[in-house]
């Protein structure tokens, strides 16, 4: 390692250290503070534009810093963006609200925590609106560490609202069916049989002793699907199993990179039916989800970071635009 | 409790900086949280299949006398083992028996779900009145239908791309490119997820900092 590289790592490791020790807790900027964090950003900006603009271009771990800050100072501001409700969200929520109390919704979560960030709060989001509003809540994975964070869905919807500690049961509001190896084909045998694949939920309870599945045989005897994923086995797969082939009704959140192929599902066919009613795509479907279930989060807390480093990036493709035409001009 | 509690927090921040210190450049750190990463998952995955698959789908089912059904995961787990011949040159050609039987599945199940899902729907789903609906659906139809025709067009490469025919591919190539375009974007939204999601640990769950 050269001197200059165990010096980088000195002064990242004493900065996070510092910042451990003796940073106040937690850093909230006032809007001031916000307003001239923002302006200094933007300065910074029309200095690496001059500059990119003189021919003295500035390399990519320049343009990583400005990212990397640009995704942290929002987490400090005292300011949000406004949040518009895409249809395919809208969708979600309606199909939702339509369901009466007491009907059984299919929850599968096929993702795992490096997608975290991007599922995990709209997740939590549908589990506390279910929970509120009398759903029963099947849940299952497809994905080994799904079951895992279906679990911390319920428990931060009980932290959020401690009345649901008392009120939800398990066995009798929801039910943690875990984990089951075999993907498309076990979306396809639960077609059949749901017990031929869970023969016991995650805490190996056989199901037939669990009051929620008695009459649960098959898709048929559920009302609503929703599906969070994070690639394969996913949303493609329960569409083209569980919608198309036993029409159940499915809703899915997705990560931002696996939503536009979701979206072709969304259109309607000749019959009139979507083979997916509605789409929560990344980030920003999870805070249109968390407004209209009234609870913004950390979805919302997310976005404006996003937001900020969206800027970041288009600014930087303008800036890397300049330098290419600059640099192809001076080679002419 | 605690102290492992702190320990896995400190523990966790440390391989994040370790993994993020690979935009400096590769590094030692960097090789270590990977070389920590790999094996972890391989572990895990190992053991989530040892007793989901062997223990779970094998084990209980052929031990449990009741079962009328017990010898039926046999016939899968003479296919698993055949599948760990291929470790032996001389008997090696058997693993052919289980990965034929696994792409005949396969090829069986996704030839008829693609057919319906992605095929036949999607056609019955592009191939609608254009005018029809609101003002909105219109525009959305009419682009879907130009966006389609168009992006066909561009694929056809029996006929020279000239004239009308040229243009209809430009347009289309125009399509594929907004495509495209709005993939790319949605991916670079994903990957900016992900760094909040270890910014929001760094700050707020190791450091504290974030309200």
Known sequence: ?332 | MEFWHVFGIWFAAALTIGIISFLYRDNVLYKICEAIFVGTSAGYWFIVFFWDNLYKKFYVQVSDPTNPERYVPWVGFVLGVLMLTRLFSKIGWMSRWPMAFIVGAVAGLYMMIYFVSNAMVQVSSTIMPVFIGSWSEIIANTTIAIGTFCGLVYFFFSKEHRGAFGGAARIGIWFLMITFGASFGYTVMSRMSLMIGRLDFLFGTWLGMIP
């Open chain 1, 1 to 332: 390692m050269k001197v200059k590289e165990l010096l980088a790592a000195v002064i990242i490791v004493l900065f996070f250290l510092l910042c451990y020790f003796f940073s106040p807790k937690p850093v909230q900027f006032s809007p001031t503070v916000s307003v001239v964090v923002i302006i200094l950003l933007s300065l910074a900006f029309v200095y690496v534009f001059i500059r990119t603009f003189q021919g003295k271009f500035i390399g990519r771990r320049t343009v990583f810093v400005f990212v990397g800050v640009s995704l942290l100072l929002p987490f400090f501001m005292q300011f949000s963006l406004p949040v518009l409700i895409s249809p395919e969200v809208r969708s979600v929520y309606d199909a939702l609200e339509e369901l009466p109390p007491g009907s059984k919704v299919l929850a599968s979560f096929d993702y795992d925590p490096a997608s975290a960030p991007e599922l995990q709060p709209m997740a939590d989001a549908f589990m506390k609106y279910a929970f509120e509003h009398g759903l029963k809540v099947i849940i299952m994975g497809l994905w080994p560490q799904g079951p895992q964070q279906a679990d911390q869905s319920v428990q931060a919807a009980f932290a959020e609202n401690p009345g649901l500690r008392d009120s939800i049961k398990y066995g009798r509001d929801y039910v943690n069916l875990g984990f089951q190896a075999g993907n498309e084909f076990v979306i396809l045998r639960m077609g059949e049989s749901f017990k031929a694949m869970f023969p016991t939920d995650l805490y190996n309870t056989p199901y037939d002793s669990i009051p929620l599945l008695k009459n649960v045989s098959n898709f048929s005897n559920v009302d609503f699907g929703m599906n969070f994923s994070a690639g394969k086995p996913g949303t493609v797969e329960w569409v083209q199993i569980a919608s198309d082939r036993y029409k159940l009704p499915m809703g899915a959140g997705n990560t931002a990179v696996q939503a536009p192929m979701a979206y072709p599902y969304m259109k309607k066919g000749e019959s009139g039916r979507k083979q997916l009613i509605g789409l929560l795509g990344g980030m920003a479907g999870g805070a249109e989800f968390e407004k209209l279930t009234k609870k913004q989060a950390k979805a919302t807390t997310y976005l404006l970071s996003q937001s900020f480093a969206h800027m970041v990036v288009i600014m930087f493709i303008i800036i890397g635009n300049v330098a290419f035409f600059r640099e192809k001009k001076e080679k002419e």
